[in-house]
């Protein structure tokens, strides 16, 4: 096992459930300002996320975590990362073709205002779920 101080303790939670919780080497996340990247040891940071993007988690064995995260924060302290998202989900757990299904309702006659970010929210389900399916580069 990895010492305490070159490990990251991340939680990944939504308003509904936790989603994970365990160790990594790292993870990305995307601020309003732009992709954050979290190693061990880093400056403490409390940061909002942005509506709809994905949460990249790489695990201590290599392997790679996403999951899509609309809205939320995320805090730093020691190796302590948090993520609390308004709604969140993993990408092995999003149906791939229900996702293109709600992009291609949401963008039926033309895209509103109001509509962006129903489009935003299945763009990055199917961004995720196809990453994590294996159908696109990580």
């Known amino acids: 096992m ?8 991340v939680a ?7 989603l994970w919780s365990g160790q990594a080497k790292s993870i990305v996340a995307k ?3 732009g992709d954050i990247g979290i ?5 403490p940071v409390l940061a909002l996320l942005v509506e709809s993007a994905p ?4 695990e201590l064995d290599g392997s790679k975590l996403i999951v899509a995260i609309h809205g939320g ?3 730093v302290a020691g190796n302590e990362v948090n993520v609390i998202a308004e709604v969140a989900e993993m990408g092995e757990d999003i149906d791939l073709e229900r996702a293109k299904a709600a992009l291609a309702r949401a963008q039926d006659g033309g895209v509103t205002d109001e509509e962006m970010p129903a489009v ?6 199917i961004q995720v779920a196809e990453i994590a399916k294996g159908i696109t580069a990580r």
Do not use: C, M, W, Y
């Open 31 to 33: 601020t309003p300002e």
């Open 55 to 58: 949460l990249r988690v790489e």
């Open 73 to 75: 924060f995320f805090s």
């Open 120 to 125: 935003r929210r299945a763009e990055t389900r």
């Open 39 to 43: 190693l061990p040891s880093h400056e």
């Open 12 to 18: 990944v939670v939504s308003a509904e459930r936790s």
């Open 2 to 9: 990895a010492e305490d101080d070159k490990v990251l303790n």
